[in-house]
Every structure is written in C-alpha cells, then in structure tokens.
C-alpha cells in the first residue's frame, strides 16, 4: 500500500500551512517528518487522516482518493495531541468501543500495554495526567493494527523510562507486525536511530525527502582540543560548531577521513540527523 500527496496546499487565513507539498510513504518503512513548531507537519498528518481538508491537491491510497472514504481512511491510525475519545469514558470502555469500530484493533494487546505502562482501565481519560494521557494514545495506536501507523508528538509528556518503553515497543511492534510509521517528533536525537526515510519540512514545503543514510553521507563530525580543531579546519568547509569548556566540535562537508589522516587529539564520527537538521534549519551550508 501507497499513500500519495501531490501538490497539496492549505491555509488558515493569511498563513499558508502548506505548499505544494508532494510525497509518498511506501510499505513497511519507519519515516521520520521533521520541521520546527509552525512548519505544518500536523497539518500534513490531519489532512492524511481527513481531519482537515486540504485546499487544492491530490490525496490517494493505492490510487483511491482518500477524501470521504471510509475503507481508505480505516488503513490509517494518528495519534495527535489531541484526543479525540469521549473525556467521559474509562480507558476500558475506550478500548471496548475502539474494538468494535476498528476491525483490525486488538482489545487483547491493548490491556496487556496497559498493564505494561501501569496505566489503570478503570480511570476516566479525563482524569488521567499528560504523561498517562500520552501513553493512553500509545497503547490505543500500537493496538490499532492498521496498515499506516501516524504518531504526532508520540511521547509528548513522558519521562526518560517511559519514553523508553516506547522505542522499545515501537521496535517490538515493527518487528512482529510491519507496518508503515510515520513518527513527528522534536526529540530527533532520540528517534534517529529508528528513522529509515526522512522528509524535512519548512515553512510548509518538503524540503528534503531522502533515505536517512544518504542525507548525512555528505558530511562529519570532528572534535577534540580547540586550538588544534582551528587549526584542522582552516581552509575546509565548516558547516557548524559547538565548544564544551575547552573542547570543540564542529560538522563539516564532505568525505569521512581514516582517523590515521588526522592529527593526535582529534576524533572523527559520522553526522548525526539532530545535526543535520540544525544546520539545514539555520541554513548554515549545503551537503
């Protein structure tokens, strides 16, 4: 299965939330949808899922339009922010109802997350707190066992443990059932490992839609002792620096060098995708 957009666009009043966004998200691939707060990767998800509509494009699954259609849209689960179950039910009776209107939900797997989580089926949603709020969404999502899995701000609220038992589910589940996730984060340090395809947004635009791997072949990292650092990078394109005391660090375009080609002190690494993506936010230089 194939989820396509081309050419979407949307606007809230004067803003343009999106522009001429096209893409696609293939089968059984973990994407990565970055983009810092305001650059429309919500809107991009709530279009995909029918929440919003778009102003002028094409939104398709398989070629089938996904606007106002039912069978389409039930191959798509999102976690949002926003929860969309009644404030008024228990986490039970959430899990009944979801039972009964997704046909590919499993209430089995859903009480065992919970119970994983320590999250309490008898407790409203509406009392829960933002962290239990969140893993709520979580158990519901990793249940829904639909085909695109979209996860928007997925460990908003949640402390180091539990946002650790989410990568770790997140990785169990994609290993036992694959299936097309989508995560929107700004944790990016903490997700990069998982990512496989990337798709960087901007003031409403892709801006880069590539496999991970290949984004950051063009570039690397070296740190070591400051004035020895300066004295490395003098005459080659530097993209980035960062300093810690009297240590720096700095990115730069180009081949990984053999660390014997380097002097004593310092140490080469690869590129991470948190750099990267800071980089190509401020604009800073072209990999």
């Given at each position: 299965m194939t989820i396509e957009l081309k050419n979407i666009s949307k606007r809230f009043g004067q803003t343009k939330a999106l522009d001429q966004v096209s893409l696609r998200f293939g089968e059984q691939k973990i994407y990565g949808l970055l983009g810092n707060n305001g650059a429309g990767k919500?809107?991009?998800?709530?279009?995909?899922?029918?929440?919003?509509?778009?102003?002028?494009?094409?939104?398709?699954?398989?070629?089938?339009?996904?606007?106002?259609?039912?069978?389409?849209?039930?191959?798509?689960?999102?976690?949002?922010?926003?929860?969309?179950y009644p404030e008024s039910f228990s986490v039970k009776e959430a899990i009944h109802w979801a039972d009964i209107f997704y046909p590919s939900f499993d209430a089995a797997l859903a009480g065992e997350l919970a119970e994983r989580f320590g999250l309490p089926l008898k407790k409203k949603?509406?009392?829960?707190?933002?962290?239990?709020?969140?893993?709520?969404?979580?158990?519901?999502?990793?249940?829904?066992?639909?085909?695109?899995?979209?996860?928007?701000?997925?460990?908003?609220?949640?402390?180091?443990?539990?946002?650790?038992?989410?990568?770790?589910?997140?990785?169990?589940?994609?290993?036992?059932?694959?299936?097309?996730?989508?995560?929107?984060?700004?944790?990016?340090?903490?997700?990069?490992?998982?990512?496989?395809?990337?798709?960087?947004?901007?003031?409403?635009?892709?801006?880069?839609?590539?496999?991970?791997e290949e984004l950051l072949q063009g570039g690397y990292t070296i740190s070591g002792p400051a004035a020895l650092l300066d004295d490395y990078t003098h005459g080659k394109t530097v993209l980035s620096t960062s300093?810690?005391?009297?240590?720096?660090?700095?990115?730069?375009?180009?081949?990984?060098?053999?660390?014997?080609?380097?002097?004593?002190?310092?140490?080469?690494?690869?590129?991470n995708l948190q750099e990267y993506f800071i980089r190509l936010m401020n604009e800073e230089g072209q990999l």
């Open positions: 919500s809107t991009l998800l709530n279009i995909i899922t029918g929440r919003y509509l778009a102003d002028s494009g094409e939104l398709t699954l398989d070629g089938e339009p996904l606007v106002d259609n039912d069978h389409a849209l039930g191959q798509i689960y999102m976690l949002s922010e926003k929860n969309y949603i509406v009392s829960l707190s933002t962290g239990y709020g969140s893993i709520f969404k979580i158990v519901m999502a990793f249940s829904a066992g639909t085909p695109f899995l979209l996860l928007d701000e997925p460990v908003l609220g949640l402390d180091a443990l539990h946002r650790d038992m989410f990568y770790k589910l997140l990785i169990e589940r994609y290993s036992e059932k694959p299936c097309t996730i989508v995560i929107s984060t700004h944790l990016i340090a903490e997700v990069a490992n998982l990512i496989e395809h990337c798709l960087i947004i901007k003031d409403g635009k892709i801006i880069k839609d590539a496999p991970s300093h810690l005391g009297g240590l720096k660090t700095a990115c730069l375009s180009g081949e990984i060098p053999m660390p014997d080609h380097l002097p004593a002190g310092l140490e080469v690494g690869k590129l």
